[in-house]
């Protein structure tokens, strides 16, 4: 009779640290809790009232994130790759060669407002870098993990999530979202975000409480802003 108590016992502790390490496993892959309240908007403009639709929640752990889980480099179709396209896109003044490659242009840049001239070359093509909009490790912690590798491809090669943009400027966001950083451009802060706005919910991406509130902080300086099509 001892014994089958032992044993009972044991196996009973035994059932009880299996579900406890499930457990805390489980919690581990679960966005964290909020600590941040959202604020109240009475801004209606398009792109408030879409990031209104956003979930709010928190962020969920990194675990697992690798730039190959959206796809190896550039997409590349009829020739000419996500970068270069972009770049064709929003430079002017573009110069191309055979190989459909942006050999030099002019860039507006939207994040720091100066023009900055581009010109293709081993030290001088980074000056000028396409930014993820919405950071690809951000999208991974609000969403990104439940899509399809196909659906993140197609993310990270989506000229609606691509700007040219000057590379310091680039480099300093990181991946960053609008809670901890936005353009020094003060005049491109609305358009910023209501592009982050139109690829999270593209996307079904969700946003913390703290960048919804700084979302709707920049919304309310521009009441008629538009989301920027497709």
Known sequence: MYRRRRLF????????MVYVIISLAW???????????VKTS??????????????????????GYTRDQFGSGWESKAGCDTRNVILNRDLYNVVTNEKCQVVSGMLSDPYTGKTIAFVRGGSTSDDIQIDHVVAL???WQKGAQQLTREE???????????LAVDGGANQQKADGDAA?????????RCQYVARQIAVK????????????NAMSGVLEKCPDQLLPSP
């Not at 016992?9 to 009880?16: G, H, M, P, Q, R």
């Not at 801004?43 to 928190?58: F, H, R, W």
Request: charged share 20%.
């Open 9 to 16: 016992s044991l196996t009973f502790i035994a059932a009880v």
């Open 201 to 212: 919910s593209k996307y079904k991406l969700w946003v913390t409480a703290a960048e919804y």
């Open 180 to 188: 901890t950083w936005l353009p020094s451009n003060k005049a491109f």
């Open 152 to 162: 993140r491809v197609a993310l990270a090669n989506d000229p609606l999530e691509l």
């Open 137 to 139: 490790s951000d999208a």
């Open 27 to 37: 919690v581990s892959d679960s966005p964290t809790p909020q600590q941040t309240a």
């Open 42 to 63: 009475t801004v209606s403009s398009p792109a408030a009232e879409a990031l209104k639709k956003l979930t709010v929640m928190g962020r969920a752990p990194k675990t």
